[in-house]
């Protein structure tokens, strides 16, 4: 049975066995969504335990959704390169969400076989926080297609720190942009790999043609909706 991950997920934080097991190797799906509410397990995890399955990729993750049937949910991600046991409670504690609910669950998996990728990028609600509260990997969203939306993860205006993180095929140029919007007018702020308090970077704008770039008041954990990769044309070495 070919799997990318096993995701466990327990009821008490210290039960020895979990009180739901979640998989992707149904072979007709490539990402995995899996409903609790069909299984009688929403909102009853506090802690889970993501394992590597014999088909693992670099990159293979979980985003755990609060409502099912919601174009715009609140969500978080875990990748078991960052964290394989995670306790929700604390997670959503640091995360400051309202509560721990969790109705949905998706497997997102890396459709590189070489376990490659170019950026990964991490998105922090608070500057404290141990583990990030999204992730994205550029495969996610591939170079000049349309911009990543947090509208979709209840994540617009909400991040306070960013870190950039290069991958095995990094290529010098590969970049993550910042955006106040989706449309072609939206401000960008384009990032080299590295971390970032959103508080203290502030966007730029042209006050008129041939006069310099001025500082706005507001700050880009107040702007941020949407970020883009952008990534230099690959270099194939023969």
Known sequence: MMTHLYVELY???HAQFPCYTLDDHDVNQRQYFHNLTHHESADRAVRVVIKPGDEYRTGDHIRLMREIGCPHTDTV???PIIADDVDLNQLYYEAQAIENRTAGVLIV?????DSGYRLRVSLYKDADQRLPSLLFYDWEYPSRTRPLDLNRFHFAHKAAVITIEPGPNYQAG??????????GA??????????????????ERKAAAAMPLIRTRRNW??????LEFELQPRVVIR
């Open 11 to 13: 009821d008490r934080p």
């Open 221 to 226: 954990a107040e702007l941020l909706a949407g």
């Open 174 to 183: 590969d970049r993550v942009l910042l955006r106040d919007g989706l449309g």
């Open 186 to 203: 939206s401000r960008i702020h384009a990032l080299e790999p590295g971390t970032y308090n959103l508080h203290q970077l502030m966007p």
């Open 77 to 79: 991600a875990i990748d």
């Open 109 to 113: 998996t890396s459709p590189n076989p």
